[in-house]
């Protein structure tokens, strides 16, 4: 016993390891943390979140250097800028579930009704069956859950001077930004590995399956990551032509950290037979894993902008870049090895583990940017339209065993935003971006699409003796649908955001 029991729990421990590099194909999106996060950038400009994130019809901002480095040529003195961030963020999963044809009371158990079902009378005749048997689970969760998380972030803090060499007009400044914010939470209180409800892999064999019945863990899962990286860099700008033509240059060394945790708790494991269904403990897992991630990289943007009588264009790039990740995490687990009953009451054997990992892997960004216009309709009405390209299928994940995926999808979307300056110490501006969760949703309709969302903003901007303050606000709410053979998980995540900075200018 105890040798099957030292098996069972270094089985066990090799299988939480290897989650630690490999996607888990079951129920639930239960992959670890790895990469999740990364394609969260962040834009530092009050006034640009307000106008929907446009930057070309921005002018006079220090905060949009790391964005559209370009642009710092529209700076009239020498100016310092400081803002943040305070995020309200909910998430949220319901479940909807069918009937499953013949094994009705699996979907009472998935959505956690079986406590309104009486159990079969005992003096039946002839007596019930195994069939009639009410199967509960061990636990109270339900299928739902919500939860709210509200976040202050310092977001950028910024200096830039101009001055002039051999009649060029050059703008040089530097700053510290939240590069990208990795705050994510998941979870999913009905879990099945094997995923016996995937559309897409399998679901219950079809046989003779009480000779031999169709076994499935069923288990919660989530999984939590605070932190952000954070870019420390310069910019510079350089007017050509009578200042009609901007090119611009800004690099950033990013660093940052997260603190991760992921939990798995076991429910049962489920036996489906010909036409009913049984639930024990055997092979149950519970498993804790927390830890620390830490990141660094650097990236380079380039833009350039054209500027008319009544209109400006322009352009920025990111070139290739990677972000390298460091990782350590402790493991706690206990497996369920036996199921026998004792002294009249049903009892289990256990095998625990306790351990930790740690090891770096990569993600590599391709090319990304963004192609604009801003038209002055009137002489204090300007109107910005931007069309941002990720191109990121091709982005590459090395694992840590050095195995390359290509996790996201592509994604590419409109900007649009205005601002509107009644006096010279008030603006008033309005936008809306599109934007995009890169992954599908559970046998999506249209393969390949990415999980579209609309972020809608406004915001003002207030001037006064040389000091200005922005202030923008911003919200979102993303909702997907995985579809499973009887089922429906509905995700919503809803996201209001209050973005501010405050700059002073001296003139130069």
Not at 22 to 27: G, P, V, Y
């Amino acid at each position: 016993m105890k040798l099957r029991i030292h098996i069972a729990a270094f089985v066990s421990a090799a299988g939480l390891l290897m989650t630690t590099t490999q996607t888990s194909l079951a129920q639930g999106y239960d992959s670890p943390l790895t990469y999740q996060g990364l394609n969260h950038a962040s834009l530092q400009s009050a006034a640009s979140r307000a106008s929907g994130g446009i930057s070309l019809a921005i002018r006079n901002d220090v905060s949009i250097m790391f964005s559209n480095p370009a642009q710092l040529t529209s700076l009239q003195g020498l100016q310092f800028s400081f803002g943040g961030v305070q995020q309200f963020k909910e998430n949220k999963q319901e479940q909807r579930y069918g009937g499953l044809q013949t094994h009705s009371a699996f979907s009472l158990l998935m959505e956690g009704t079986t406590g309104s079902v009486s159990d079969p009378d005992t003096v039946y005749n002839p007596p019930p069956t195994a069939s009639d048997t009410v199967q509960r689970p061990f636990d109270s969760i339900g299928p739902n859950w919500g939860r709210k998380k509200n976040k202050t972030l310092p977001l950028q803090a910024f200096v830039a001077v101009p001055f002039s060499l051999e009649s060029m007009r050059i703008v040089a400044g530097a700053g510290f930004v939240q590069y990208a914010n990795l705050e994510r939470f998941y979870q999913n209180n009905n879990c099945l590995s094997p995923s016996v409800l995937s559309v897409l892999d399998s679901t219950i064999r079809t046989g003779n399956l009480n000779a031999n019945p169709y076994r499935t863990q069923w288990y919660q899962y989530y999984q939590q990551r605070e932190g952000a990286i954070y870019g420390y860099g310069g910019a510079v700008s350089v007017a050509l032509f009578n200042e009609r033509l901007s090119l611009g240059v800004s690099g950033l060394y990013l660093k940052g950290s997260t603190d991760d945790n992921e939990a798995r708790i076991g429910r049962g494991r489920l036996a489906f037979y010909n036409n009913y269904l049984r639930i024990d403990k055997y092979g149950m897992v519970n498993y804790t894993k927390t830890g620390t991630s830490d990141y660094s990289g650097a990236e380079i943007t380039l833009s350039g902008r054209y500027k008319g009588k009544n209109f400006t264009a322009g352009f920025s790039v990111k070139p290739p870049t990677t972000i390298t990740r460091k990782f350590s995490m402790s493991i706690q687990s206990d497996t369920v090895t036996g199921v026998y009953r004792a002294n009249h009451r049903a009892d289990s054997s256990h095998a625990t583990y306790t351990g930790s990992v740690s090891g770096e892997d990569k993600t590599k960004f391709p090319w990304r940017g963004n192609i604009g216009l801003a038209i002055n309709l009137r002489d204090n009405l300007v109107v910005g339209v931007e069309y941002e390209i990720r191109s990121y299928a091709s982005a590459e994940y090395t694992d840590a065993n050095g195995i390359v995926t290509n996790p996201w999808l592509s994604f590419a979307g409109w900007r649009v935003g205005a601002e509107f300056r009644p006096s010279d110490w008030l603006a008033l501006r309005a936008g809306v971006r599109e934007d995009a969760e890169l992954f599908e949703p559970l046998s999506n309709a249209l393969r390949g699409e990415p999980q579209r969302y609309a972020v809608v903003s406004f915001g003002a901007g207030v001037n006064f003796a040389g000091a200005k303050l922005n202030v923008a606000y911003e919200f979102s709410n993303l909702k997907y649908i995985d579809t499973w053979s009887n089922a429906a998980s509905i995700n919503t995540e809803s996201v209001n955001t209050i973005i501010a900075d405050v700059s002073y200018e001296i003139p130069w």
